[in-house]
Every structure is written in structure tokens, then in C-alpha cells.
């Protein structure tokens, strides 16, 4: 097989991936300044809804097969450990991460919140003697209503003013021109990933992996590499509030509102309880992102914390390599 071209449209991928992620991140922060809206509901709402489309896409796709349920939740929830393990250490190491007061007390508990109703709405065998572990159209609507409410808390607070962070001038652009730059940037974001994975898997198959370890390894790590390359811009231009509301924003994202929509465009959708454990590090990693934040130096994520997020990571792959292969 000639892989020379999907080396090649690999590689265009990553172009479109990184330029867009710079795109998205200066017009974000202009449209923050411009309206005197903090960087952290920006992170929260506008850059947390783009970097989480590729998996909007992937798992409603996904999910109109009903034997690919096991895809739907091994994409999203090895979607939030990969943001939290590795994107938040790769960002922190790149440059100390401050994270506002607010978001200690708020977002990031509100984050572990979610996680622990989504763990409880899928374990129906164990916390409500069901025959089978599901998430329903009625459990759906309950994501649903405290994804309204993370976005109703989110606009009371639009204006919040940010505390003083370390970094440097933000450029105002234009109205037109930072729409433009936010639009760009989120469609270089969504095809550059989707170009990627496709890629990706070509090659892999190519190779010989098989398709089910494909899609449970290439497709959660694929669909973040948007949080990826949008926080790990983020973190070089020292924007901490864009880039840990980022990664907080998308799995609030993920969890509430693309596995709600998932079960709303294709019903419900069966839950393996082997994966309780990816979400019991799910949990982990938040707890961790809290006690963090008074360890070292306070409010902040230093780089010696995100070397520790770093080796959770992969602990987490080891495990699931060599005990839970099949998952991803």
C-alpha cells in the first residue's frame, strides 16, 4: 500500500491543527478584551465548544451503530483523561499554569460534580437494580439541564474581571476581523483533527493494528488533539485562564452535551461497567487539579505538578495496554 500520501495529508493536518489552534486562541483573547470579557469564560464557552466538535462529530456518528456504544464512551472519556493527564501536563510544563480563584471554587468542583452524576446515571445495574448499565433519553435530559446551567452560570459571570496573571500585551483586533480569526480557527481545529485521525488510521491498518484498537486509541486521542494544540498554544503565549478553561469547558462539554446529543440523535446507548475505572480517573485527575492549587505555589499548576500529571498518564496507559486492552 502507497503511504505516501496519507503521510502527506498527516502532515497537512498538523498544519491546519496548530494554525488553527492560533487562530483560535488570539481571536478568543481579543474578543475577551474587546468586550471585557475575562479569559477564562471565553476558555469556558467559545474555544471549550470548538476544540470539543471533533467529538460531537466522531460519537453521533459512532453512535448510530449500536455495537460501537463501547466507541462513544471510550472516545469521551478517554477524551477527558487525555485533556486532563496530558494536555494539562504538557501546558504546565510548558509554562506554570495560574488558575483563578473562581475556578478552584466553582468550575473545577462543578467539573468533578458532573463526572460523579454521569458515573451514577450510567451504573443503573448497581445504584438502581436495572438489568443493564445505560444511559437513556431521560438521563440525557438531565445532562442536559446542567449543561444549561454551567452555560447560565458561565454568562452571569462574563464579566468578571480576571486576576492579574503574568504574560504578555493582547492584541485587539478588529470585530470583524476576531469573528473571522474564532470562525478560521475552529474550522482549522475540526478538519485539521478529522484529517489526522483519518490519516492515522490508514496508516495504522496499513501496519496492521487492528480497526477495534484503532478506534479505541487513534479516535479518543484524536478528537483531542484540538485541546491539545489550542491549550499547548495557550501555554506558550502565557494565556493560563484560555487554557485551563479549555480543558475544564471541554469536559464539561463532552460529558453533558455531546453524550447527551449522542443519545438524543440515536437513543440509548449501553454502558460496559469495565469502564468505571477510565471514569475513576477521571475523577482523579480533577481531584488532582484541585489539591494542586495549594501545594508548591498557590493557585498555580507548576511544572513539577504537571510532570506528575504526566506519569498518571502513563500509569493510565499501561493499564489499559495490559489489563484493558480492548478500551481506548
Known sequence: MDVYLPILLLTVGFILLIKGADFLVNGASSFAKRFHVSDLAIGLTVVAMGTSAPELV????????????DVVFGNIIG??????????????????LTVQRNALWKEIPYSLF??????????????????????TVSDAAILFVMFFIF??????????????IDGEDIVIFSST????????????????????????????????????LIGLTILAAGTSLPELATSAVAAFQKKSDLAVGNIIGSNVFNLLLVVGSTVLVNGALSFNSLMNVDLGFVMVGTILLFIFMFTLNKYKLDRAEGFVYLMFFVVYNCYIFNVGGFRG
Do not use: C
Open 177 to 212: 476581523k476576531t469573528a473571522v480569526m474564532v470562525v478560521l480557527g475552529i474550522a482549522g481545529l475540526v478538519f485539521g483533527g478529522q484529517m489526522i485521525i483519518k490519516n492515522a488510521v490508514i496508516l495504522a491498518s496499513a501496519w496492521g493494528m487492528s480497526k477495534e
Open 79 to 96: 477524551s477527558n483523561i487525555f485533556n486532563l493527564f496530558l494536555i494539562l501536563g504538557i501546558s504546565s510544563v510548558i509554562y506554570p
Open 58 to 69: 466522531v460519537n453521533i456518528i459512532s453512535g448510530a451503530d449500536g455495537a460501537l456504544d
Open 114 to 135: 458532573i463526572t460523579v452524576i454521569f458515573f451514577i446515571l450510567v451504573n443503573d445495574v448497581f445504584f438502581f437494580e436495572k438489568a443493564n448499565n445505560e444511559l
Open 151 to 164: 452555560l447560565l452560570y458561565i454568562f452571569l459571570n462574563l464579566k468578571r474581571h480576571p486576576e492579574e
